[in-house]
């Protein structure tokens, strides 16, 4: 069994900085691939960031590109999600999710929710003023 549980959410203004942390515990800390997720309200859920443990590329996508940073400490058990210049449109759940069957070992690109076999519960940042 593998844990993923976040941490982090609140609420934060407009233009501000918030920092995510997702921690992994549990069977194996092997992971191929981790990232984050998030969905607002009333819409499906989306990508937001992931690495690739094959190289330790990283991946983000367009809407948060030059504002969110991934990373994770050497152990492997923790990952964040630092926000800068947060947006309200960025108001959502996010969830980590991490791949153990090694479908990113395979497929670079980690920003597809259905090669993740973990999840945890999600944490909620609302943006707003």
């Known amino acids: 069994q593998v844990q993923l549980v976040e941490s982090g959410g609140g609420s934060v203004r407009p233009g501000g900085s918030h920092r995510l942390s997702c921690e992994v515990s549990?069977?194996?800390?092997?992971?191929?691939?981790i990232g984050w997720f998030r969905q607002a309200p009333g819409k499906e859920r989306e990508a937001v960031s992931c690495i690739n443990t094959k190289d330790e590329s990283t991946y983000y996508t367009d809407a948060v590109k030059g504002r969110f940073t991934i990373s994770r400490e050497k152990d492997k058990a923790t990952v964040y999600l630092l926000m800068n210049s947060l947006k309200p449109e960025d108001t959502a759940v996010y969830y980590c999710?991490?791949?153990?069957?090694?479908?990113?070992?395979?497929?670079?690109?980690?920003?597809?929710?259905?090669?993740?076999?973990?999840w945890g519960k999600g944490t909620l940042v609302t943006v707003s003023s």
């Open positions: 999710a991490a791949d153990y069957s090694g479908t990113f070992y395979y497929t670079p690109l980690c920003l597809d929710s259905d090669g993740m076999d973990f």
């Open positions: 549990g069977f194996s800390l092997d992971y191929y691939g």
